[in-house]
């Protein structure tokens, strides 16, 4: 009965004590973002010189965007944090080191788990082709179009190649890949999603706003 009772304990914290630790870091992630890119706002109103483009800082376990995706719901959003490793993925979504930026000609890869920190991409297998993945960035949200989806084996590492699956091939387009475990619990796959970026949105209305605080 003891073991019993520690098994649902422990159970009980994967599903939801996990979730709350990963439900505050993203609070503040939050919040660090939107003073981050406030004060690029203000330096650009200062000199006056235009941010065409965002700048990333990449710091390990920090965050530099947004990621939502719409089929999800519409208060489904979590910053991404630079780097994949236990500790990164216990935050959010992770950013693969080496793969593209948002924007980026190149394959941006993202990971999370799909049980876990919030359970970010639970819903990943949902995803179906003409779906959209939005990557907020300090002046550009990128608007991703899935393509299609795929399970693979874990070592399989063709799908962070540039262009996936063909590793000697220069990417001419940029591309998002959604990366998480699949069945949930043990993971012995991985489910993967494509997409390709088919827009641009300056993020005018927040630039706006905020010259309308000053």
């Not at 930026?101 to 919030?118: C, D, K, M, S």
């Not at 220069?170 to 475990?181: F, K, N, S």
Request: hydrophobic letters at 45%; glycine letters at 8%.
């Amino acid at each position: 009965m003891t073991a019993g009772v520690v098994v649902l304990l422990f159970l009980a914290y994967l599903l939801w004590g996990t979730g709350m630790v990963a439900a505050q870091h993203q609070r503040a992630f939050a919040a660090q973002l939107q003073q981050e890119w406030r004060s690029q706002w203000g330096r650009q109103t200062h000199y006056g010189a235009p941010l065409s483009v965002p700048r990333f800082h990449l710091v390990t376990g920090q965050p530099f965007a947004f990621i939502r995706i719409p089929r999800f719901g519409r208060a489904w959003r979590f910053a991404i944090v630079q780097g994949t490793s236990l500790d990164q993925l216990a935050l959010g979504p992770g950013h693969v080191p080496g793969t593209a930026l948002p924007g980026q000609l190149g394959n941006f890869a993202v990971a999370a788990h799909r049980v876990t920190a919030g359970n970010p991409f639970y819903h990943l297998p949902d995803l179906r082709p003409g779906d959209k993945v939005l990557v907020d960035t300090s002046v550009i949200t990128y608007v991703y179009q899935v393509i299609r989806a795929e399970r693979v084996l874990p070592d399989d590492t063709s799908v962070l190649d540039p262009v996936p699956g063909h590793p000697r091939r220069r990417p001419t387009q940029a591309m998002i890949t959604l990366i998480t475990c699949d069945p949930p619990w043990t993971g012995t796959h991985r489910i993967i999603v494509f997409g390709a970026l088919t827009d641009e949105v300056p993020r005018v209305a927040a630039r706006h706003a905020h010259s309308a605080e000053r």
